[in-house]
């Protein structure tokens, strides 16, 4: 099934990137809202910074969001040292491969890890990088439609 994700895991804090980097994966490609940070939000959680941060050493990273919003995108890129791409239009896989093209890194060694399986994961699969689906960062504070939306698009992803 095209939108079962290579791994599904619930933190991005389970994520073995030594495992990944073993695979010859050399580019992690971020969701943005509620992968990297609540939705929103604009502000990282200290150790989701710190965990980019250390990424940084071995992998190239980027953030590619779906989101329109030029100040706030402008914002998370301020406290980023790495590029926050907006604007993405994920499934599509369009903007993923003219990242990578760009930072020369094929498709195969690149994982996009996200939160939502018809966006973030799909683009992924289409782009044929390793696919990553991880919980809302924010799932326990999440209203029940939004819950019930994550419900419903994880059923799409069972065996
Ligand atoms: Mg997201």
């Given at each position: 099934m095209i939108l079962k994700p290579d791994y599904n895991l619930?933190?991005?804090?389970?994520?073995d990137f030594k495992e990944l980097k073993s695979q010859g994966i050399n580019a992690v490609l971020f969701d943005l809202d509620s992968t990297?940070?609540?939705?929103?939000?604009?502000?990282?959680?200290d150790k989701v910074k710190l965990l980019l941060e250390e990424l940084k050493q071995n992998f190239v990273v980027a953030i590619i969001s779906n989101n329109k919003n030029k100040e706030y995108i402008e914002k998370v890129q301020a406290q980023s040292t790495f590029p926050v791409i907006s604007?993405?239009?994920?499934?599509?896989p369009k903007v993923m491969r003219e990242f990578l093209r760009s930072v020369n890194v094929l498709p195969e060694a690149a994982v996009v890890v996200g939160d939502?399986?018809?966006?973030d994961i799909l683009a992924g699969k289409l782009l044929g990088a390793k696919t990553i689906l991880v919980d809302s960062i924010t799932k326990d504070k999440e209203n029940k439609p939004t819950r019930f939306v994550r419900k419903l698009e994880r059923l799409v992803i069972r065996k």
């Amino acid at each position: 099934m095209i939108l079962k994700p290579d791994y599904n895991l619930v933190s991005l804090f389970d994520i073995d990137f030594k495992e990944l980097k073993s695979q010859g994966i050399n580019a992690v490609l971020f969701d943005l809202d509620s992968t990297v940070m609540p939705s929103k939000s604009g502000e990282y959680p200290d150790k989701v910074k710190l965990l980019l941060e250390e990424l940084k050493q071995n992998f190239v990273v980027a953030i590619i969001s779906n989101n329109k919003n030029k100040e706030y995108i402008e914002k998370v890129q301020a406290q980023s040292t790495f590029p926050v791409i907006s604007h993405a239009n994920k499934p599509s896989p369009k903007v993923m491969r003219e990242f990578l093209r760009s930072v020369n890194v094929l498709p195969e060694a690149a994982v996009v890890v996200g939160d939502r399986p018809l966006t973030d994961i799909l683009a992924g699969k289409l782009l044929g990088a390793k696919t990553i689906l991880v919980d809302s960062i924010t799932k326990d504070k999440e209203n029940k439609p939004t819950r019930f939306v994550r419900k419903l698009e994880r059923l799409v992803i069972r065996k």
